[in-house]
């Protein structure tokens, strides 16, 4: 892939970016749009060809009730023999009843195929915590024949917290067992002006599987960490994943991106591993963070050491 397009703004103000390379070879581009209003799709035959795609409308928020606002960080999967899209959205009387909420499609062209609603996604029969507070940035991944579901929510009293939880699957849009929290913020990198983890993703490499996220506020101090777990482990055991002390990525004021996260992993036409992220390109953010447009979509290649661990390195 063309290095000049690595670590400058690649799709303006799309935030939260998202891209999975289809098997008939698509790739397909989703992201958080300014308006909060909906969900997008763009596709390619090559990476770099989504930033001049065509961006169309697959779906419109509604005018009131649930899913109605705030429509943030929409993802694209292919599980359980169908597309679908994971979302979090709020209400337009309460814009911050946030709530992760799941499309599905009807055909095998997620881009030209009608969607429809399946609603809040559903926790497990017994499981009487999940989704009842501010829950959203869903990721899905499969290890060997199982699929996961990891996602940001809020608990505590006051000033809460947004902790990352973990579940499996047993459809695209139903877990089949109870939350296990994964991570809290438990390092002074996770707490800049509010308690974060919130933006999971998965890569895979062998047998070693690493799960990065975003924490603290979405300013300069906005920064990716990652845990990890070999493939193989029980997931769903906490002990299974080990948390990086660091952050792996964090703001380079020399280069001038700032807030670097909400990150996803796709693979260029030549397989090389490519990490997309949005971060800003001014430190002094005018008016509210969250209303500002100027997250941008990022590519950078991810690199391995010889521990067979990611390297995320800025490139000139």
Known sequence: MDSSLFCKVWIPQRAD???????????????SVPAYDGIILRRSKTLAGL???????????????PMSFHIWAPELHFLFGKWYIYFAAGERDNIWKIRPCVLECQGMDPYTDQWVE??????????????HAFSLDATV???????YYV??????????????YIGEMENGYTLKTVQVLLTTPDYEWERHGFWVNEGPNVIIRGDKLFLTYS???????YCMG???ARVGSDLLDPLSW??????????DFKRGIYGPGHNSFTKDEDGNDIMVFHARTEAEIQGNPLYNPNRHAMLMPVQWDKFGRPVFKYTD
């Not at 390379?21 to 989703?30: I, N, S």
């Not at 996602?151 to 990352?164: F, T, Y």
């Not at 948390?243 to 703001?251: A, M």
């Open 242 to 251: 080990k948390k990086s002390r660091k952050p792996v990525l964090k703001s």
């Open 151 to 164: 996602w940001a929510e809020k608990v505590g009293v006051g000033k809460q917290i947004s902790n990352l």
């Open 215 to 221: 924490a603290s506020d979405t300013g300069i101090h």
């Open 141 to 147: 991944f499969q290890v060997q024949d199982r699929w």
């Open 51 to 65: 930033a001049q795609a065509e961006e169309k409308y697959i779906w419109h928020a509604h005018e009131s009730g």
């Open 17 to 31: 970016p998202f891209v999975t390379k289809a098997e008939d070879g698509w790739y397909y581009f989703t992201a």
């Open 226 to 228: 990652m845990l990890t």
């Open 118 to 131: 399946k609603g809040k996604m559903t926790a497990a029969k017994d499981d009487h915590f999940s989704f």
